[in-house]
């Protein structure tokens, strides 16, 4: 199976996180998952962050060290239903691999400067791994301040429907474009927090 042209990392739309959005309680303690179609995830406690949530889609942002242009966002992201399953985790990869080497000869704003994609397990899913890195190279209000990005995040196959896929991701810019040890393990758990869903839609099972 050819795998939808659509399913091409779209890291950069979180970075652009409108802190407008209606907010979501945080909560420290007794966090709920969060419920998309065919996986839920587990969103992050405190009242710092700002979120939003669709049927196939979570998002949530803060700023780093209260700098309008130093963002940290998490995000998952459902995919239509591909016409037939994946076939291969392997097929998965290239198809990831392909979509970042076109990111990468793309002139505009934002050049990619490295990426990183491997095939991962987390729990029962099948999934790719990656890591990428940006230049924002004119980020609205900077006045020339150089801006650096980066991303990590995890593309997984339903093990029930194959024809569903869900990406995962936490991203970040800033001057430095790091992020500290406590961030980082709040990224990690943002992603390892994904699961599949036991109930999907009729005629989603997997013969």
């Not at 790719?128 to 900077?142: L, T």
């Not at 990005?149 to 474009?177: D, F, K, N, W």
Request: net charge neutral; with cysteine.
């Amino acid at each position: 199976m050819i795998i939808r042209s659509h399913i091409v990392l779209a890291i950069i739309v979180p970075l652009q996180f409108l802190y407008t959005a209606e907010a979501l309680a945080g909560r420290d303690e007794a966090i709920e998952r969060i419920h998309l179609e065919a996986f839920s995830i587990l969103p992050p406690g405190g009242t710092e962050w700002q979120a939003r949530s669709q049927p196939a889609q979570f998002e949530a942002g803060r700023l780093l060290d209260g700098n309008p242009l130093h963002t940290f966002v998490l995000k998952a992201k459902e995919y239509p239903p591909s016409p037939a399953p994946v076939d291969s985790l392997h097929e998965l990869l290239l198809a990831v691999q392909a979509a970042a080497e076109k990111e990468s000869r793309k002139p505009g704003r934002f050049k990619l400067t490295s990426h990183e994609v491997v095939e991962a397990t987390r729990l029962a899913l099948e999934c790719v791994e990656y890591r990428k890195r940006w230049n924002d190279q004119a980020a609205p209000n900077a006045q020339g301040t150089k801006l650096l990005m980066g991303a990590h995040g995890l593309i997984c196959i339903h093990p029930q429907a194959r024809h569903r896929l869900i990406e995962v991701s936490y991203s970040y810019r800033s001057a430095t474009g790091s992020l500290t040890t406590e961030q980082e393990h709040e990224g990690v758990r943002f992603l390892e927090s994904v699961r599949a869903r036991q109930k999907v839609a009729p005629g989603d099972e997997s013969d």
